[in-house]
């Protein structure tokens, strides 16, 4: 049972160059999500879905967009990069009655 | 504007002692809270969590108060063990559990356990 898989684990983009983050979990959650976290700081919400085909902005969507086109996969894309995007890169899932959210292992993301 | 704050960014304590985490919040609509912990190059990992209708939750050393009409809540961890260190971190929820809309974090609070 991996739980929630990121890939890639690391990444260096230049400057509006363009990739996609993927977000994998097995645990038939229906909740999924994209969080940032950034030095001295909390992880913020960016994108998040409560199902298949459905997705919503968080508290800083700005750049980024989001598909969920099946259940267990959440991406999360980057068209053009700034580096203000270069931060650590965290994809969660929860399910309905669970009182936990349960968190990838990170993606660490910079943009020269 | 912070809804959840961590007020300290670290804290020092020795092993075998008690330690006590603090979080505040300011948003009344928020009915769920819940204590994750981080080690480093890791995905944060769930502690504990407590519903607005109660007051406590106990898990093995972990213990969730929270005083509703102060909008604050702690961790306490007893006895602290070397494994304790990490970066612990207060999110909040308007809806049960994690909820359709996601979690509110703090900044987090670094817990060093001295030898």
């Known amino acids: 049972n991996a739980g929630v898989t990121q890939t890639p684990k690391f990444r260096v983009l230049k400057t509006g160059q363009s990739m996609t983050l993927l977000c994998a979990q097995d645990m038939n959650h229906e909740y999924m999500y994209w969080y940032r976290q950034d030095p001295g700081m909390g992880l913020r919400l960016i994108h998040y879905?409560?199902?298949?085909?459905?997705?919503a902005k968080g508290e800083v969507p700005d750049g980024y967009n989001v598909s969920r086109l099946k259940k267990q996969n959440f991406l999360l894309g980057l068209e053009s990069a700034a580096p203000s995007q270069t931060s650590v890169y965290f994809c969660a899932s929860s399910s309905l009655t669970s009182t936990a959210t349960h968190f990838g292992n990170g993606t660490r993301l910079t943009v020269t | 504007d912070q809804q959840v704050k961590q007020n300290s960014p670290s804290l020092s304590v020795q092993e075998g002692r008690i330690s006590i985490l603090n979080c505040d919040y300011t948003n009344s609509m928020f009915d769920y809270f819940l204590w994750y912990k981080k080690y480093p190059a890791e995905g944060p990992t769930f502690l504990i969590s407590i519903s607005s209708i109660k007051d406590k939750n106990e898990d093995g050393r972990f213990t969730v108060f929270l005083n509703k009409s102060a909008k604050h809540l702690s961790l306490h961890i007893v006895p602290s063990q070397p494994g304790d260190s990490a970066v612990y971190f207060c999110a909040a929820s308007g809806l049960s559990g994690g909820g359709a809309d996601g979690l509110t974090f703090g900044k987090g609070t670094h817990l060093i356990i001295q030898p």
């Open positions: 879905s409560v199902g298949e085909g459905t997705t």
